[in-house]
């Protein structure tokens, strides 16, 4: 199996009640490709910080292997969230995929 773990920083143009919103809406739109994507097999957003933290959300995945996460990465469905619902309001990405 493969995890596949996000941070992401909203853009700094946005207010603080705008981000709550703009989590709220990354978070249903992401969990909400559970059971839609093959070798997709559990997808959890964290919108909640603490003050210590420098990233505003994770995104938490598990993959069947290495070749459902990058088909993943393709899939229309997936595509079509990243590009709507994440990239129009982030302005910094991490990533890190790791074996389990």
Known sequence: MVKHIILWTLKDEYSENEKIKIKEEIKT?????????PGLLEIKVN??????SNAD???DSTF???AALKAYAVHPAHVKVADENVRPY???RSC???EI
């Open 29 to 37: 739109a992401l969990e909400g490709l559970q059971g839609k994507i």
């Open 47 to 52: 919108t909640g910080k603490l003050a210590s």
């Open 57 to 59: 959300l994770m995104l």
């Open 64 to 66: 069947e292997s290495e």
């Open 90 to 92: 982030t302005q910094l």
């Open 96 to 98: 890190l995929d790791f």
